[in-house]
Nanobody
Framework: QVQLVESGGGLVQPGGSLRLSCAAS????????MGWYRQAPGKQRELVAV???????NYADSVKDRFIISRDNAKNTGYLQMSSLKTEDTAVYYCKTWGTRNAYWGQGTQVTVSS
């Protein structure tokens, strides 16, 4: 079975930084696209950043120039580097990976931005 495990969340002050990790097993990670999503209380889950298997990336307007998505295919791990964090970035962050047929989700990691 495919498993995605997020880590790196926590409490950070506004303006601070965090790096989230998504460790994948059960797939050849480099063959899959990978995205980070987030869901705040009472809100819809939204796409934050995506890196397609081709290497192309895209970001939500709300995070562009602050977040960077990347991956280390040798480690089967994806990352989301978050900088200049704002209180509105507070959410549970989820890793998703997908190929042409199947999609898989991690369990989520909480990011709280608060002073």
């Amino acid at each position: 079975q495919v498993q995605l495990v997020e880590s790196g969340g926590g409490l950070v002050q506004p303006g601070g930084s965090l790096r989230l990790s998504c460790a994948a097993s059960g797939i050849i990670f480099r063959l899959y696209s990978m995205g980070w999503y987030r869901q705040a209380p009472g809100k819809q889950r939204e796409l934050v950043a995506v890196e397609y298997s081709s290497g192309s990336t895209n970001y939500a307007d709300s995070v562009k120039d602050r977040f960077i998505i990347s991956r280390d295919n040798a480690k089967n791990t994806g990352y989301l580097q978050m900088s200049s964090l704002k209180t509105e970035d507070t959410a549970v962050y989820y890793c998703k990976t997908w190929g042409t047929r199947n999609a898989y989700w991690g369990q989520g990691t909480q990011v709280t931005v608060s002073s």
